[in-house]
């Protein structure tokens, strides 16, 4: 998951950056009243630039980031608003950080409205950290949706790296939500790699929510890591929902790892809950370990739902290895939600050495969140060898946050050795 929140990093820059301002345009009176009926009153004319600066200074004091950040802004922003060219000039002295790439957002937003050339000329000159390159997502977004073909010429004032590989995501995905196969005849003509494989992805992404295997298809002859998996993962995600059975024979199409895992949870699920025995099938041809054990559970999860028996006898005839103690345990706390007495029983099927045990003692948690009085009182009886003490003191702790008095006097008359007693009595 790590690598995939690093591969999505451009997208949740943008995301953490658009909040920067959004928090910067709001003041207290937003928050707490209704905007106002009546038309405010524009600022003086006369307002002199070294209130504005003392009034950036103050809230560049403030301890508080969120307060920091809010009091900032709405200064930056009626700052910007008198004099534009001055607060240019203030948002080049300041240092790097979040205010400085809000202030920077918001004026170089501001120009380019009237004056898009320029921006960009100037936010080449400007922009300097990671946050403050997500600015061009934002710009080449509206510029595509204003006139595309001009989009795509403004590219070229768009220096390479990041900064241009957030432009071109932003209008490709413009461009792909209109006219998919435009978009990527556009993207696979472009000469340099750096901007044809952004392009395409991000075109593909697209295509994957209408045409997953297409998708998948192009990817595999235009892309290569980390891309490639990327493309295959959203369509799969597509493919899931109306073709699990497909979308399973494709999972192995990813490298192994976090998002191969990621997409056969998702498959699992899916496939279970329209074949489970077709699924159970599909899930031994996945990678031992995580992936495997991880699929097995959401497949047993809506097998249960379908039809229990069966879902427990599978458990029970698979080998006794780790597979079956891990599946069996989890198996032990779907039942015990439907019903406690087949969740024991089931329980009892089980190997005696391990896995019966852990599996009474999921039971025994799981039930308390139902009726700890019943767990507790069950867990009681159940012979050490079966059953640990701690399962009984887990049990019984909930009993006391629901009903301690009633829990208190049970186990003061309870038939319990005393070292029993001592352990699970609250401290």
Same mark, same amino acid.
């Given at each position: 998951?790590?690598?995939?929140l ?8 943008? /995301?953490?950056?658009? &909040? /920067?301002?959004y928090l ?5 009176? +937003?928050?707490?009243?209704p905007?106002p009926?009546?038309?405010p009153?524009?600022p ?16 560049l ?10 009091v900032?802004?709405?200064s930056?922003?009626? #700052? ?9 000039a203030?948002?080049?002295t300041?240092p790097p ?6 202030a920077l957002?918001? =004026?170089?937003d501001?120009?380019?409205r009237?004056e898009?050339e320029?921006?960009? =000329? ?6 300097a ?6 600015l061009y997502s934002?710009?080449f977004?509206?510029?595509? $949706?204003e006139?595309?073909?001009t989009?795509v010429?403004?590219?070229?004032? /768009? ?13 490709t995905d413009?461009?792909a939500r =209109?006219d998919?196969?435009?978009?990527l ?5 472009l000469? +340099?790699p ?12 697209n295509?994957?929510?209408t045409?997953? &295997?297409h998708?998948i298809?192009?990817a595999?002859k235009?892309?290569? +890591?980390?891309?490639?998996?990327r ?11 109306t073709d699990?059975?497909?979308a399973?024979s494709?999972? $192995?199409l &990813?490298p192994?790892?976090e998002?191969q895992?990621?997409a ?5 699920r ?23 054990r991880?699929?097995l559970?959401h497949?047993?999860?809506?097998? /249960?739902?379908r ?8 458990v029970t005839a ?10 069996a345990?989890h198996?032990?706390?779907l039942?015990?939600?439907k019903?406690?007495q087949?969740?024991?029983a ?10 019966r045990?852990?599996?009474l003692?999921?039971i025994?948690?799981?039930?308390a969140?139902?009726?700890?009085a ?5 867990a009681a009886?159940?012979?050490?060898? =079966? ?8 049990? #019984?702790?909930?009993w ?5 008095p ?6 003061a008359?309870?038939?319990l050795?005393?070292d ?5 009595a609250?401290?």
């Amino acid at each position: 998951m790590k690598k995939l929140l690093k591969n999505l990093w451009p997208f949740l820059a943008l /995301v953490v950056f658009a &909040l /920067v301002l959004y928090l910067a345009r709001r003041s207290p009176a +937003d928050r707490a009243q209704p905007a106002p009926t009546a038309t405010p009153r524009p600022p003086a004319a006369t307002a002199e630039p070294a209130s504005n600066l003392g009034e950036l200074s103050r809230a560049l004091a403030l301890p508080d980031p969120r307060e920091r950040a809010r009091v900032f802004g709405s200064s930056f922003l009626a #700052f910007l608003a008198r004099d534009p060219a001055a607060a240019l000039a203030y948002v080049r002295t300041l240092p790097p950080g979040n205010e400085r790439a809000a202030a920077l957002l918001a =004026t170089l937003d501001s120009l380019s409205r009237t004056e898009p050339e320029r921006a960009l =000329t100037l936010a080449r000159e400007l922009v300097a950290s990671r946050e403050e390159r997500a600015l061009y997502s934002i710009l080449f977004d509206r510029f595509a $949706r204003e006139a595309l073909p001009t989009a795509v010429h403004r590219l070229e004032l /768009v220096p390479a790296g990041e900064s241009r590989e957030h432009a071109l995501r932003a209008l490709t995905d413009v461009w792909a939500r =209109t006219d998919t196969p435009a978009a990527l005849d556009w993207a696979r003509a472009l000469p +340099d790699p750096a901007d044809r494989n952004p392009a395409l992805e991000t075109s593909l992404v697209n295509l994957a929510t209408t045409d997953p &295997l297409h998708a998948i298809e192009l990817a595999q002859k235009n892309l290569t +890591d980390p891309a490639l998996p990327r493309i295959v993962l959203a369509a799969l995600q597509t493919l899931t929902a109306t073709d699990p059975a497909g979308a399973a024979s494709l999972v $192995r199409l &990813l490298p192994p790892g976090e998002m191969q895992t990621l997409a056969a949870v998702n498959v699992a699920r899916a496939f279970g809950a329209k074949d489970p025995v077709a699924a159970i099938a599909w899930f031994r041809t996945l990678p031992e370990g995580t992936t495997q054990r991880l699929a097995l559970n959401h497949i047993l999860t809506e097998w /249960v739902r379908r039809d229990a028996p069966a879902a427990s006898a599978y458990v029970t005839a698979l080998p006794p290895d780790r597979t079956q103690h891990d599946a069996a345990v989890h198996l032990a706390g779907l039942l015990v939600a439907k019903d406690h007495q087949t969740a024991i029983a089931f329980a009892q099927t089980l190997p005696a050495d391990a896995t019966r045990p852990a599996a009474l003692t999921h039971i025994a948690n799981e039930w308390a969140r139902q009726d700890p009085a019943a767990a507790t009182q069950w867990a009681a009886t159940q012979p050490p060898s =079966t059953l640990t003490p701690a399962a009984l003191s887990g049990a #019984f702790s909930y009993w006391l946050l629901t009903d301690a008095p009633a829990a208190r006097a049970w186990l003061a008359t309870a038939p319990l050795p005393a070292d029993i007693k001592s352990q699970i009595a609250p401290k």
